[in-house]
């Protein structure tokens, strides 16, 4: 799946409550300031187009994670992902974010202590994100448009068991959304300086000479005690799901998963299955 290789990759850390304490990366952030002490904390780069090194390895898959070489703890996180333009001014700084497409994201994860930068410990290599390849269009990134009815949920399947790994909530329920995510978001990548487990994103955008596409995934949500304590192993399936509660209700979501029937009108449905990189 190469449809975004030519987009930047960002992510929002911290724009949902209790995420970054249950995820043990709270402790992290402890030297970064915030104009608002309940907003998130800040934007990491997890693909950049064109660029040497980790962050020019493209991680997106629909279907399939493969766990790191290495030993160390993986962790689904489940996101809405947002497809977006960028414009900028004469000088190179953002002027505007402007969403165009949404649906379901796993920002997935490897839980390291001691890692000095939040995007060393999201792209591994390839297939070490998702993206759902059903998306869907956005009206009008505002309270009153499209998304306003949509909620995300998310599962693992193990051993022949289903089970909730995030809470299933509304999109609404993220501390930054619609025009306060986006003005947020220009800021940080404007002004956003290297500190702590932050980057100057701003020169991420420079070198890559400016893109006007972008992936951004705005937060992972909280776990359920299932999901904060467990982790991923090989054969185990992912599901997150973004869907319209005015077509569907959560029990159903859950039905459907169970039948790996989400291939529904109102679902936005990311499954992939965990592997190790000599099966890919």
């Not at 004469?90 to 002027?95: A, D, F, L, R």
């Not at 202590?113 to 390849?133: H, Q, T, Y």
């Not at 487990?197 to 972008?214: D, N, V």
Request: proline letters at 5%.
């Amino acid at each position: 799946m190469e449809l975004y290789k030519n987009y930047v990759g960002f992510g929002v850390a911290g724009n949902f409550a209790l995420h970054l304490e249950q995820a043990g990366e709270i402790e992290d952030f402890k030297k970064v300031i915030t104009e608002d002490p309940n907003g998130p904390k800040g934007m990491f780069p997890f693909y950049v187009p064109n660029r040497e090194g980790y962050l020019g390895v493209y991680p997106l898959s629909c279907d399939t994670i493969v766990l790191p070489k290495e030993e160390c703890n993986v962790q689904i996180e489940p996101e809405v992902g947002l497809i977006c333009e960028i414009t900028y001014d004469s000088s190179g700084k953002v002027t505007h974010i402007i969403p165009k497409q949404f649906g379901a994201y796993n920002d997935c994860s490897l839980r390291k202590e001691g890692v000095p930068k939040i995007s060393l410990k999201k792209n591994w290599g390839p297939f070490s994100k998702g993206i759902a390849s059903t998306l869907f269009p956005i009206d009008r990134f505002v309270e009153g448009g499209v998304m306003d009815s949509y909620r995300i949920a998310s599962f693992l399947k193990r051993d022949g068991l289903t089970m909730r790994y995030g809470e299933d909530v509304e999109l609404k329920g993220y501390r930054y959304f619609y025009e306060k995510l986006t003005q947020w978001m220009v800021q940080q990548l404007n002004t956003q300086e290297d500190i702590g487990p932050l980057e100057s994103i701003g020169e991420y955008l420079k070198k890559a000479q400016f893109p006007t596409q972008a992936i951004v995934s705005i937060g992972a949500t909280r776990y359920t005690h299932f999901g904060e304590t467990t982790f991923l192993k090989e054969g185990d399936e992912i599901v997150v799901v973004v869907y319209d509660n005015a077509l569907y209700c959560g029990n159903q979501i859950l039905m459907m998963v169970n039948r790996g029937d989400l291939n529904v009108p109102g679902a936005s449905a990311l499954i992939q299955k965990v592997v190790r990189e000599k099966d890919v």
